[in-house]
């Protein structure tokens, strides 16, 4: 099983940018969907973006509306997520998370290995 462990959270402005990691180690990084999810205080945890084994294939939530992009770098067991144009309402904790099934897998039932998270504030 991967292991996972996010970083690059933080307190952000509204408009803002940040870039979130996701390092694996284990094994099956590089065979494995790789998917972002979020989670605001009160609320269920949320399917974001996910990316296939080979990353030629991303799926993404309807609120990202291009202002968010998720990468990986096999060589390097890591997956990221770049966040454009940042909003009040993104502000949550942001996991990442493997899963066995393809890349259209948006439910947190698809996904097997998660990290322990990353907490992102946009805020004045």
């Known amino acids: 099983q991967v292991q996972l462990v996010e970083s690059g959270g933080g307190l952000v402005q509204p408009g803002g940018s940040l870039r979130l990691s996701c390092a694996a180690s284990?094994?099956?990084?590089?065979?494995?969907?790789m998917g972002w999810f979020r989670q605001a205080p009160e609320k269920e945890r949320e399917f974001v973006t996910s990316i296939s084994a080979s990353g030629l294939s991303t799926s993404d939530a309807r609120f990202v509306q291009g202002r968010f992009s998720v990468s990986r770098d096999n060589s390097k067991n890591t997956l990221y997520l770049q966040m454009n144009s940042l909003k009040p309402e993104d502000t949550a904790t942001y996991y990442c998370a493997a899963s066995p099934r393809s890349v259209t897998a948006t439910d947190v039932e698809d996904y097997d290995s998660w990290g322990r998270g990353t907490q992102v504030t946009v805020s004045a």
């Open positions: 284990g094994r099956g990084f590089s065979s494995r969907t």
